[in-house]
């Protein structure tokens, strides 16, 4: 099998694919053609050349596929795309149908090498990066340029080819036309390969160990199906590598001491470069284990060969080695989404010393704890702070004079806050509400940068602020619909799910904006042309949601109820209502990576923009209101 794979990944330019340039010789055409004449035999009709064809789109698995049935190909992390070649004219569509040509100008210079032939190819858009893999962060930084030479698109399906519809025909068949019309490499332009074995997991083993993001599993007799499908399946790795502990930054005030994240190391030969920041993960214990096993450890100076500012640090000789997970690697060399798992001494194959969890120590008193969180990540009062004086003037645009619910960070424990209050900073302010149950309580909110972090001091990491203002509390101002994705839900989906429910929703009339969550989903935000109470919005928000979800049954779904959720999308409404709310806009999440609910354009969302897009030290740019 090693063998194998090594033939799939064998050119030195690009270690997956083959990459050669696109042939124009007589050959290759007549290679086509004879491909058609074979195609007639599989099940391909004579058709008048497509629109845009809807996708198939592969249904996220924990373990592939096993079986002689199974063909497997390596997951690529770009943009999907279809590329269009029709008399001449070269379209290439993203996943949603948007003609992004201009955007992939380089991509349809190269498919004019192919206009000899009228055909639909479904591929990938990316990028490699300085490791030889596909790298979606460069990707990301070669279409902000205004052209770029560095995009490829990876053709790993063909669809129709010179007048023949070939989506009824096998897969198998289907890619032996498409090598043939790439005629087995290209430049700009790829085949993508597969490889054949009974064991899918042995393949995935190879995959994640060579640092792909995954593979895809297809089955070989299948036709061409839009939507999401069982015969096309995808498997993520999970990468997880023990990197030297280079610097540690510990927690201002913190008694006992504690650590508040780590800079890692990685070995290139006898050298030891920088490969990025872990802060998130730990628990309280593990902080202070990792801060007291590192103290004989600290030196003067930076053990790294190339010297990095970091004036926070505290270095230390690289012995001990850090457990990381982590969602791939910059061209940089950099970690993305690093989270501490544990400590490995040295760099031997030893067995794993993990620093205990257990449970979160809760010395909050109960009657202030509306719901435990205990899997949240906090980030430090100092972090918060300095996150709120950066983005206050654009982040009170959105939570300014609005009731708010907090999360807590208090004492190891994370929670949703309920009951009695701290002690309230005076650039904190008060309104007292009449309670939905009855009686009277308070719901605090500000109105300027002091506010924001009084709110730090009392512990307040989230700020969940209502659909209406602190001066007209019984009215709601907006609509909000919350994209929730069932396990096996992917992205993409809800990526798609959002832009139609945009254009459902301008037909009722609404000037809608998307936020990310700094979570899984995503929210519509559809502000009121009029204010109405609370009820009738929620009421509203609920006809609008089972009716689109009616569009989709088999996709969507307007229940909460955790049993109906695997595999589908949630519409959930329910965050309309007096009192009810939802993570507010520029609000930092409790969660590894510490994300930020960020206001998004849709521009941005049609380009395909992750739920990760931003961070506490990464926000969102200032813009216009939305």
């Known amino acids: 099998m090693a063998r194998r794979w090594r033939h799939v990944l064998r050119r030195p330019a690009n270690p997956l694919l083959s990459r050669e340039g696109i042939s124009k010789s007589a050959e290759g055409r007549n290679a086509a053609a004879s491909s058609v004449a074979r195609l007639a035999n599989h099940g391909a009709t004579k058709s008048a050349f497509p629109s845009f064809i809807e996708p198939c789109h592969p249904t996220l698995k924990k373990r592939p596929p096993d079986g002689g049935e199974w063909l497997h190909e390596i997951k690529l992390d770009g943009y999907r795309a279809q590329l269009h070649i029709e008399r001449g004219k070269i379209t290439i569509y993203t996943r949603t149908g948007l003609d992004w040509t201009k955007e992939f100008e380089s991509i349809a210079a190269a498919a004019k ?16 990066g300085k490791t030889g893999l596909p790298d979606f962060q460069a990707l990301r930084r070669e279409l902000a340029k205004r052209s770029s030479q560095h995009l490829t698109f990876q053709a790993f399906d063909l669809l129709y080819l010179d007048g023949y519809d070939l989506r009824r025909v096998p897969l198998i068949e289907r890619k032996r036309a498409l090598r043939e019309l790439l005629e087995e490499g290209a430049g700009t332009i790829a085949y ?35 939507g999401r499908q069982e015969i096309w399946t995808k498997t993520k790795c999970k990468k997880r590598k023990a990197f030297p502990i280079v610097a540690f930054v510990e927690k201002l005030g913190a008694h006992p001491r504690r650590i508040a994240s780590l800079y890692l190391g990685r070995r290139d030969g006898d050298r030891i470069v920088y490969a990025g920041k872990a802060q998130t993960g730990y628990t309280l214990a593990a902080a202070r284990e990792v801060r007291e096993r590192l103290d004989p450890l600290i030196i003067g100076k930076s053990p790294l060969s190339h010297p990095i500012n970091k004036p926070k640090a505290t270095w230390v000789e690289p012995q001990v080695y850090a457990e990381i997970d982590y969602g791939g690697v910059t061209d940089d060399g950099l970690l993305r989404e690093p989270v501490f798992k544990g400590l490995r001494e040295g760099s031997r194959d030893a067995a794993k010393q993990r620093p205990a969890a257990g449970p979160a120590s809760v010395r909050v008193p109960q009657e202030n704890i509306l719901q435990l969180l205990p899997d949240a990540v906090a980030p430090s009062k100092e972090e918060l702070a300095d996150y709120w004086t950066r983005v206050a003037d654009r982040a009170l645009h959105f939570l300014g ?73 019984e009215h709601a101002d907006a609509l909000i619909f919350d994209l929730d994705p069932g396990e096996g839900v992917s992205w993409a989906f809800v990526v ?80 309309n209502g007096r009192g009810t709310t939802a993570i507010g806009t520029y609000s930092p999440r409790a969660r590894p990576g510490y994300p930020v609910a960020a206001p998004v354009t849709w521009r941005e969302i049609e380009r395909g923009i992750g739920p990760d897009a931003y961070t506490i030290e990464r926000p969102p740019k200032r813009r216009k209101v939305l």
């Not at 390969?193 to 899918?200: A, R, V």
């Not at 993001?213 to 839009?226: C, H, L, N, Q, T």
């Not at 004079?401 to 008060?430: A, C, D, N, S």
Request: proline share 6%; net charge neutral.
């Open 496 to 575: 798609e799910t959002a832009l139609r429910l945009r254009g459902f929703l301008d037909t009722e009339g609404f000037k809608t904006w998307p936020k990310l969550t700094g979570g899984k989903g995503v929210h519509i935000m559809a502000p009121l042309p009029a204010k109405m109470s609370h009820n009738a919005a929620r009421a509203y928000a609920k006809r609008l949601a089972q009716q689109f979800a009616s569009t989709d049954p088999d996709h969507y779904i307007t229940s909460a109820q955790l049993s109906q959720r695997p595999g589908k999308l949630f519409l959930d409404y329910l965050r």
């Open 401 to 473: 004079g609005r009731p708010l619910k907090l999360v807590r960070h208090i004492r190891g424990t994370t929670f949703y806050h309920k009951g009695p209050l701290p002690p309230i900073p005076p650039e904190v302010h008060q309104l007292r509400i009449e309670k939905r149950e009855g009686g009277e309580g308070v719901r605090l909110w500000v109105d300027d940068l002091a506010g924001l972090l009084g709110l730090v001091e009392m512990g307040a990491v989230e700020l969940h602020p209502w659909a209406a203002t602190v001066d007209d509390i």
């Open 192 to 226: 993508v390969d597969y490889l054949e074995l009974d064991e899918g997991e042995s393949i995935y083993r190879h995959a994640c160990e060579m640092g792909l993001e995954g593979i895809v599993s297809k089955r070989k007799d299948a036709p061409y199906r839009s």
């Open 113 to 128: 090498d192919l206009v000899g032939h009228q055909a639909v190819m479904d591929g990938e858009v990316t990028v490699f």
